[in-house]
């Protein structure tokens, strides 16, 4: 591992918020390499793994005429958000945090090439009372229906537990399972086709999206008015940090109608812009120019006292996913997404060399070391 720079006096980091990747990374590999020798149960039923799915961001199987992608993900503490809010402001901010937890899945399932077709609920509560309060279940539902309307995806069913003794008391584990399908064929991304001279486009992010929460909730205990403190733009710091995150389906889904195939896709979540050296072959990513921050996100980093290294390894940053095209296909790639309402910016370009990650007008230099996934 790359030394850790030496940190600065009050520098709040997001190990010391409670989440450390290095003790969490090792379970995912050893889940990997475990699962991995489960994919042959496949052949029983006329179908195959399509093995380059290990490790990326859906699984993914080959049925026949097309491909099944699969994923689950859990919105995490981002709930713990929007109850204080509610204490301090009455309003129930489940319809984003609903949103939140699908972005969650349908992000992932998009870096495959695949269609969103089918989400699932998994509510957890503390107990059947969670479920009593009519504001915050409704604005739930609603939220969730919403966010399937955008992503043209149907709500199959789901699961809600009252779970006392696992979950607090008073407190919900939002999660939700999507599957897609990949067809045409041709519109699996899973870098097979990437190379030297393809451009990154980076789309923008509505601010902390559902990742870094545990560091932005300790960051409160610094902040004289908690998450009632303004930031410059007078948003709260609390009603910034439940911006929704954004749903990219709807421009991969209008990449595919305008002809555009994506080489390889990296949903910006955990390990912030680390994610950008996700595929395992060996490539240089150069940045050239990266995106506006969100007002948020700066207001994290300057309390938070972490510098650009610190912060661009764990936040988006301002860049919520990026879209590895061909280069003659990068500022049509930027065109489609500001077309379906998402910022964009080609960034950068792949090169020949070792694996590391470059964001020139930082100064910041990312390793392979920096991210072991697989």
């Not at 980091?13 to 409670?18: D, K, R, T, V």
């Not at 939700?176 to 991304?189: D, Q, Y």
């Not at 929460?213 to 303004?230: C, D, F, H, I, N």
Request: aromatic residues 8%; glycine residues 10%; negative net charge.
């Amino acid at each position: 591992m790359n030394p850790k720079p030496a940190t600065q006096p009050g520098t709040l980091s997001y190990e010391q918020a409670g989440v450390n990747y290095d003790l969490i990374d090792p379970l995912k590999v050893a889940a990997q390499r475990a699962a991995a020798a489960t994919g042959s149960h496949l052949s029983a039923h006329g179908f195959s793994e399509v093995k380059a799915s290990r490790g990326e961001s859906a699984y993914v199987v080959d049925v026949g005429p097309f491909y099944i992608a699969s994923i689950v993900e859990c919105l995490g503490s981002k709930a713990l958000v929007a109850d204080e809010m509610h204490k301090l402001t009455g309003k129930s901010y489940y319809d984003s945090i609903a949103q939140d937890t699908i972005a969650m899945a349908i992000n992932d399932l998009i870096t495959v090439g695949a269609t969103p077709l089918v989400v699932q609920a998994y509510w957890a509560a503390g107990g059947s009372d969670w479920f009593g309060d009519a504001q915050r279940s409704q604005a739930l539902v609603a939220g969730w229906k919403r966010a399937c309307d955008v992503c043209g995806v149907a709500w199959g069913g789901g699961e809600t537990p009252a779970l006392a003794g696992i979950v607090e008391e008073g407190r919900i584990d939002l999660a939700a399972s999507c599957t897609g399908l990949v067809n045409p064929k041709e519109r699996l991304s899973l870098g097979d086709q990437l190379a030297p001279g393809d451009a990154i486009v980076l789309l923008a992010s509505s601010g902390i999206h559902a990742n870094g929460l545990s560091l932005a909730r300790k960051l409160v205990e610094r902040l004289p008015q908690g998450y009632l403190t303004p930031l410059p733009d007078g948003t709260s710091y609390g009603e910034a940090l439940l911006a929704p995150t954004v749903l990219y389906s709807p421009v991969t889904e209008a990449l595919f109608k305008a002809g555009i195939q994506p080489r390889y896709c990296a949903n910006i979540t955990g390990h912030g812009w680390r994610k950008l050296l996700r595929h395992p072959a060996q490539f240089t990513y150069r940045i050239h120019s990266v995106p506006p921050v969100t007002p948020v996100l700066k207001f994290i980093q300057q309390h938070a006292k972490q510098d650009d290294r610190e912060a661009y390894s764990t936040l988006n940053m301002g860049a919520g996913f990026a879209i590895f095209v061909k280069a003659e296909d990068a500022q049509r790639t930027v065109d489609v997404a500001q077309a379906a309402g998402v910022s964009a910016i080609v960034a950068g370009s792949i090169e020949a060399g070792p694996k590391q990650l470059l964001i020139e007008p930082l100064g910041i230099r990312f390793g392979d070391d920096d991210l072991q996934l697989r």
